[in-house]
């Protein structure tokens, strides 16, 4: 059995989990679900959940740490009894939801998880990844919004959990595409994670900018191929994308930058632009016969009526749309992203 710690947006931890197919899933505690699989080896990959591990019994501990110096453990009480009982040499407090570097190069985490079953964590969330994608980067802006590279890598994740059971592509000759290339934090993600990428965009400057720093960066992949034209999706492709087996991972443009000010009519008028842009994508992706997983904006304490408009056009083109209900976004925020799956 294994367990996993979930982020803060715990339905969307669960729609990554579909990946390796959980099952006998239940959960012990808020935030933490346990489950069963058959298909571990693509556990390290689910890095929307903060931690995840393997599930043992109290009295299998003293075994399993018997070479550990450090633990990690989430209160008092349980770190001495775990002392008196098991024999640790040395806890520290670690909350749940944080990691310890100290912990993590050096010891190990427990996680107790109820009615005498512990959880020892062994993988966490690559932030130094994230942190480098999303600020690291030379050239990149706030002007058309940043998708983050986790929520990227999430992404790229649903459309496996979708597909990589059941359909007969190969995946390691899939080649992710983005048309709103923008910095190419999508191809960071699809070039560390071993897949070939192309993008594109109406504006490809602040992706060049970036070429160079990408080829020195200690998380490239550099025998992949990574591609990057000029173009309008409102335009038919050209022909980059022919002979590929194209897996599409998009931030749809969210903009223009939405506040507290903003008023109904101008958040209107911004509903009716990206979805006119959207329409073009989705045209595009029929053209491919491509499956994509994007995010679209929803606007918090607002009307929003995108999804539905898209979800028509698509019904009218032939192209079905499917959506995950949680909304991704950061408190205080304006602006949240919805993920929608395009096949």
Known sequence: MYFAILGKNPEISMKELELVQAKEIFYPKKGIVIFDTKYAELLPQLWWTIKIGTVV???????????????GIQNEANGKHLKRTVGIRRYKL???????????????????LENGLYGIVEWYQNIELYETIDFGKPGRSMEMGMMPAKLAHMMINIWLAEFIHKSQLDIEKICIYDPFVWS????????????DFVGSDIKTNYAEKNTPWRKINKFSTPDKTFNIFTHD????????LEGKDILVISEWRLWPIVKKSTSDQDIQKFQERVSDLYKSFLDRIKELWAVAVCTIPRYIWQDNGIQQVLTKYANKIGVKIQSIPEIYGREGQ???RKIIIIS
């Open 334 to 336: 304006q602006l949240g």
């Open 184 to 195: 190419w934090t999508t191809g960071m993600l699809a070039n560390y994670m071993g897949y």
């Open 94 to 112: 670690v909350d749940i939801f944080h990691t310890d570097k100290e912990i993590k190069n050096k010891g190990k985490e427990i996680i107790n």
């Open 233 to 240: 999706i409102r335009e038919k492709l050209w022909n980059q």
């Open 57 to 71: 019994k109290e009295k299998e501990l003293q075994e399993l740490l018997v070479d550990v110096k450090i633990i």
